[in-house]
């Protein structure tokens, strides 16, 4: 009896050791058939991960997995993406969890299918997790795009930039585009005229880029853009010309839209820059009448400014820009608010009208159509023609606009 209760206490260690090592065994062979079985198809499939949706470029969920079960939790938890004494607070679970607000059905079946896998494997490999490597052997892992880039192409900052840049002039487009106002011309051109989704912009810019208005490859191509300027033919006729506030706020989101969704950014120094103004829309139309006869046909811009606390303002207020009409020697145009970026929280969504007060508006002709040999020109100082003043209320629509009288004795030569 003693020496039995010897050898058994002798062997015990043994014992021990061997049923331990047979859990670790299963432990970590449940973790390899969850990462074999269901994390690597995932990422080996042709399908876009379910980061697509909000991140139009640089982030992919194959980014964030390595060959093997054991070499990619080991990377994973030193990049801090995997937490193996709380699994289910893992960063990385975190991010296949964000969704937008309106879900895309196809990437929220793949989503779910992502997060139970990753979920289980994570759950799995954490519950022995591989000794951690030597410095040397450590693989990276992760997405190897810069943050500001990552930030950049984000869909809710370029949601932001397609409303300050095209959203504001929507108003310019919705009676002929919105199908809460265009069934007459559905019936004649089909459906494909109503490329505005009524009241969301991000319905719109989705549906303008799968009707591909919105040509990825040639920015400067897109309908959205040739249609308005009038240089193909189009159904509404010219809406704004080249070299315009206008032309180049659209181009400029193409172009950057263009690049994210490419994949054309690599470092923050390929961002472009950001400008100080935000655009939002009034509904306000100013008619200012009796301009010289020979301004005629030439692009002319208005900046305005206000009367505020005893001064004009530094900065200007508002903007609006279109071509002089020659015979009733007159300019009307719609007129764009501007906010100072750096201390605007309102967003450009919604439509704000300037308030009523006194306005100093300051014109510049494209006399010399500059703007036709170089569209990315801004009229300054040296097309600067007259101003004008006005002061009282300003109601929105052009029945009537806001209408001001230039006289002769503010011009400036
Ligand atoms: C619903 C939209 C949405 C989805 C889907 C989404 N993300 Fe993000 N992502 C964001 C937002 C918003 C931020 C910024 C969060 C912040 O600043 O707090 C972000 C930030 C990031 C960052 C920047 C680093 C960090 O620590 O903030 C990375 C990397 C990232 N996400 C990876 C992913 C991966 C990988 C996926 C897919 C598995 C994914 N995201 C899916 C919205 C999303
Ligand atoms: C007075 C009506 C009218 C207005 C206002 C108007 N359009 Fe159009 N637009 C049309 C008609 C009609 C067509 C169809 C015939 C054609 O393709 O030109 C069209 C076609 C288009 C198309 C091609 C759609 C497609 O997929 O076939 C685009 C893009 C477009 N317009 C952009 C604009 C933009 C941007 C604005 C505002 C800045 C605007 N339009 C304002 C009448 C208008």
Known sequence: ?????????????????????????????????????RVLPLVKSERASSCRECHLAGIDLRQYVLEDSAKTFAAL?????????????SKLLTFISRRPEKEDPLL??????????????????????PAPLPTAAQSTIGSPTPLEVIRHTRIDRVLKSFVEKIWVDIERCENCHSPARNSRLIEKHGEQISWISPNDPAGTLAKSAQQGIIDVEKPEESLIL???????????????????????????????????????????KDLPVEST??????????????????????????????WENGKWSSKRIATGDGYVNGPQKLWQNMILGIDDRSQSG??????????????????????????????????GDEEFVGSVEFSGDWKPGYQPPKIVEFKEENATQ
């Not at 020496?3 to 970590?28: G, Y």
């Not at 938890?77 to 607070?89: M, Q």
């Not at 990753?118 to 799995?124: L, P, V, Y």
Request: hydrophobic share 40%; glycine share 6%.
């Open 226 to 268: 040739l249609k308005p300027l009038g240089v193909v033919e189009h159904g509404g006729h010219r809406k704004f010309a080249l070299g315009s506030d206008p032309d180049k706020r659209f181009r400029s989101f193409l172009a950057d839209y263009a690049s994210a969704v490419r994949g054309g950014y690599r470092e923050a």
């Open 346 to 379: 309102k967003s450009a969504e919604s439509k704000r009208l300037l308030p009523s007060g006194k306005y100093r508006v300051r014109m510049f002709l494209d006399r010399d159509k500059r703007l036709d040999r170089d569209r990315d020109y801004e009229l």
């Open 108 to 129: 929220a079946k793949v989503r779910s299918e992502e997060l139970a896998a990753f979920q289980s494997w994570i759950e799995a490999a954490a519950k022995n997790p």
């Open 77 to 89: 938890a030193v990049a801090g993406l995997v937490d193996a004494e709380k699994p289910a607070k």
């Open 277 to 306: 103004e935000v655009r939002y829309a009034t509904g306000q139309q100013l008619r200012i009448t009796g301009l010289n006869s020979d301004w005629r046909d030439r692009l002319m811009r208005v900046d305005i400014y206000c």
């Open 1 to 37: 009896m003693k020496l039995r209760s010897n050898c058994l206490s002798r062997l015990l260690p043994e014992i021990l050791v061997v049923v331990f090592a047979h859990a670790t065994w299963v432990n970590a062979n449940d973790a390899t058939q969850i990462f074999e079985r």
